[in-house]
């Protein structure tokens, strides 16, 4: 049987310019992955991802590429938080998001959060990596159901890379489907929003930051690298941001 579903791609190519500032020679997307340039901040280019149509449903397969040359600068938000929803074949939807770094290049992945709508069946998978003059501000929201909804099945990833070696590989399922214990003690907890902020830095081989627990749910642990990951439990996804805020400005540049 034929898979179901649409295939969509969002690619950016991040270059730094003769005068100090950053330019996107190359920003292209695809069905609902539309992008958008937005006013950046200093040496730094904008751009905002815009969903242009419901996605991702079940079966759909949707990739998000961004490519930083040496020096180049980039933030990257997004216009609205993304609804993972139920397709009608049953099928998962997967979404994919790989991140090249080159040495000097700096990114600020901020995205609205992901939520796992009721009956939805999602996979990401996220891969990064970082030359090792790279620095890196990523953060990940998800949001297991809209308010009074159980979650959907999500499945997810993520991966790094600093200069050719592992910094990160760590998978997370929740919902109807995810291994025993999910919810448990061990596991979420009854909490229903989730996230983690990736921070890598240079600065951080000279001073690495300490392990410390920055609230009743969220610890920061330093990485084998110089980088620090944040994550947090919360009951909400306002909660969730007002915490995942306040380690920004803890670690970012």
């Known amino acids: 049987m034929p898979a179901t579903g649409l295939r969509a791609t969002a690619r950016i190519r991040a270059v730094r310019d003769g005068r100090g500032g950053t330019v996107l020679p190359l920003l292209a997307g695809e069905g609902p992955l539309a992008l ?5 901040s200093g040496t730094e280019a904008g751009v905002t991802l815009v969903g242009a149509m ?14 930083l040359e040496p020096g180049a600068a980039l ?10 929803l139920p397709g009608r074949g049953g099928e998962p939807a997967h979404y994919a998001v790989d991140l090249d770094l080159a040495d000097g290049a700096a990114l600020r992945w901020l995205p609205e959060p992901l ?8 996979r990401v998978h996220t891969r990064i990596r970082l030359a090792a003059g790279a620095r890196l501000l990523y953060r990940e929201e998800q949001v297991l159901g809209r308010a009074g909804e159980e979650s959907g099945l999500l499945r997810s990833r993520l991966t790094a890379h600093l200069a050719g070696r592992h910094l ?4 997370l399922s929740c919902g109807p489907g995810a291994p025993g214990g999910w919810d448990g003690p061990a596991g979420l907890a009854g909490h229903r ?9 240079p600065r951080f081989a000279e001073e690495p930051p300490p ?17 620090v990951l944040v994550t947090v439990l919360a009951t909400d996804a306002l909660r969730l941001r007002e915490l995942l805020d306040s380690a920004t400005e803890m670690y970012a540049w």
Request: proline share 4%; no cysteine.
């Open 193 to 201: 929003a989730l996230g983690q902020l990736l921070v890598v830095d």
């Open 115 to 122: 939520v796992s709508v009721r009956g939805s069946d999602l």
């Open 54 to 67: 419901s996605a991702p449903l079940g079966g759909d397969r949707l990739v998000v590429r961004a490519s």
């Open 36 to 40: 958008r340039r937005v006013r950046g």
């Open 75 to 84: 933030r990257l938000t997004s216009a609205a938080a993304t609804l993972a």
């Open 168 to 171: 990160l590989d760590q998978e």
């Open 211 to 227: 392990a410390r627990i920055l609230g009743d749910h969220a610890v920061a642990a330093p990485l084998a690298g110089p980088a």
